[in-house]
C-alpha cells in the first residue's frame, strides 16, 4: 500500500536553533498533506493543512511564523520549527490522503519525528 | 463540535484475554469513524473503519460497531495476543471537512 515517510525520525537541537522535517510520500502524489502534534499521554492535534503550489491553512492557535510549511512538490512537504524552544519538544507526524479513497477520510501516516529541544 | 473521547489506559492482559476499548464521540453531520493502531517505533496503521451507523469494521479479529444511538464505536477482540501490544487510537472524520480528530490513545499491554 501507499507509504508515506518522515524524516528525520529524531533530532535533537539546542534552543533558539531551527529544525526541518520532511514528510514524503512515496508512491503516489499528495497535493495536500496534513502535520499533527502529539503531547505526551494526548491525542493527535492537526497543526496545519499543507497545500501543493500555495500558502498553507493552520489551525487556531498555531503560530504560522513559528511553525513553517512548505509544500514544494507533489511528493514532499516541510515543517521548520524556527527558533525552537524546549516547549517545542513533541512527536511531529504527517499524513497524506489515500488516492484511491473517495474522499479525504482515509489517510496514510509518517512513522512520526520525536522533537527534543535543549 | 467535533471531539473523541477513548477510554484511559494503560491496558494490561494476559494473552487469550477479551479486549474492550471504549470510544464515544460528538460530532456535527454525519462522521466516519475509525481506529489507528500504533506499534512502538512505527507510524499509525488504520486498523478498522466504518463509514455509516451499523457498519461493523473488522480486521485481524479487532471488531468496532457504529452505534449512533449510543454515538459510541467500541473496539473489541475475543482472543489477544502478545503482538496485539500497541497503542490504539479513535479517531472520527466528518464529511464535509479532512480534520481528523483522535482520541487520547490506549496503550494496550499484552503478557504471555
Known amino acids: 500500500g501507499a507509504v508515506v515517510s518522515q524524516h528525520p525520525s529524531r533530532v535533537i537541537c539546542k534552543s533558539g536553533t531551527s529544525v526541518k522535517i520532511e514528510c514524503r510520500s512515496l508512491d503516489f502524489q499528495a497535493t495536500t498533506m496534513f502535520w499533527y502534534r502529539q503531547f505526551p499521554k494526548k491525542s493527535l492535534m492537526l497543526m496545519a493543512t499543507?497545500?501543493?503550489?500555495?500558502?498553507?491553512?493552520?489551525e487556531q492557535g498555531v503560530e504560522k511564523d513559528k511553525f513553517l510549511i512548505n509544500h514544494a512538490s507533489l511528493t514532499l512537504s516541510t515543517l521548520t520549527v524556527t527558533s525552537a524552544h524546549p516547549e517545542d519538544s513533541s512527536f511531529y507526524i504527517c499524513?497524506?490522503?489515500?488516492?484511491?479513497?473517495?474522499?479525504?477520510?482515509?489517510?496514510?501516516f509518517g512513522p512520526g519525528t520525536r522533537l527534543t529541544v535543549l | 463540535g467535533n471531539s473523541v473521547t477513548q477510554m484511559e489506559g494503560p491496558v494490561t492482559l494476559s494473552e487469550e484475554a477479551f479486549l474492550t476499548i471504549n470510544c464515544t464521540y460528538t460530532?456535527?453531520?454525519?462522521?466516519?469513524l475509525f481506529w489507528y493502531v500504533q506499534y512502538p517505533g512505527e507510524g499509525l496503521q488504520l486498523l478498522l473503519k466504518?463509514?455509516?451507523?451499523?457498519d461493523k469494521g473488522s480486521n485481524k479479529g479487532f471488531e468496532a460497531t457504529y452505534r449512533k444511538e449510543t454515538t459510541s464505536f467500541h473496539l473489541e477482540k475475543g482472543s489477544v495476543q502478545v503482538s496485539d501490544s500497541a497503542v490504539y487510537f479513535c479517531?472520527?472524520?466528518?464529511?464535509?471537512?479532512?480534520?481528523?480528530?483522535f482520541g487520547t490513545g490506549t496503550s494496550l499491554t499484552v503478557i504471555p
Open positions: 466504518a463509514t455509516k451507523a451499523d
Open positions: 460530532a456535527t453531520g454525519y462522521p466516519s
Open positions: 479517531a472520527l472524520s466528518t464529511n464535509t471537512g479532512n480534520q481528523f480528530y
Open positions: 499543507s497545500n501543493e503550489g500555495s500558502k498553507a491553512t493552520y
Open positions: 499524513s497524506a490522503p489515500d488516492p484511491t479513497a473517495s474522499s479525504y477520510n482515509e489517510q496514510f
